[in-house]
């Protein structure tokens, strides 16, 4: 089967990897994953800063809801993601999805929260929906009515927030998903 990059390219796999690796070093280490990651960027400001402010613009957590977080950095951006879900048996319920962008300079804000928005909401697609099944080497998906994406109805809240930066301006086409499913798998 030939392979290919994805969107975000490396980053969205490494991000997954690393941010659902550093939950379980967290829980491991007996520390609440926030805390614990607030340690690990103490001596970087600009990733803290992204971190905190999409922590600061999440909605208060409610009874029933699971948090999850991830930070990643690629494309000279860093993307903080906040999930919150609720699980019902094995049912996942995307509430909302926080995300806290410092991409440097911004010339087109309203470009960056699309962008934001769409990786997003294609992380979630793939993380709980996609696949391409082989039954003795056969694709089972050869078209698009019977692969199964995120639906508007499924979709969360995505709100996207700016970190002020006077940096030198970073990618945001691709940024939002290295994050996504780290966060994600950090909720459940």
């Known amino acids: 089967i030939p392979v290919g990059w994805w969107r975000s390219v490396h980053g969205s ?23 614990y990651r607030r340690h690990l960027l103490r001596d970087s400001p600009r990733h803290l800063a ?18 999850g977080t991830a930070i990643f950095k690629s494309f000279g951006s860093i993307v903080a993601t906040v999930v919150d879900l609720k699980m ?15 991409c440097g300079v ?8 699309a962008q934001l ?5 294609m992380g979630l697609s793939a ?3 996609e696949e391409v099944p082989f039954h003795h080497g056969e694709a089972q998906v050869s078209n698009f ?3 199964r994406i995120l639906t508007m109805q499924e979709s969360p809240v995505v709100k996207s927030h700016i970190v002020p930066s006077n940096e030198a301006p970073g990618g ?16 459940i």
Request: charged letters at 20%; a negative charge.
């Open 117 to 121: 928005m769409g990786a997003t909401l």
């Open 106 to 113: 911004v010339v087109h804000p309203d470009t960056v929260h």
């Open 127 to 129: 993380a709980l929906h």
């Open 13 to 35: 796999h490494n991000g997954f990897y690393r941010e659902s690796f550093v939950d379980e070093l967290a829980l491991k280490a007996e520390i609440d994953p926030v805390i």
């Open 172 to 187: 945001v086409g691709e940024v939002a998903l290295p994050p996504l499913a780290g966060a994600l798998a950090n909720a």
């Open 145 to 147: 009515d019977r692969y």
């Open 88 to 102: 019902e048996g094995r049912t996942i319920q995307i509430e909302q999805v926080t995300t806290a962008v410092d």
């Open 50 to 67: 992204c971190y905190e402010l999409a922590l600061d613009q999440a909605p208060a957590l409610a009874r029933g809801l699971h948090r």
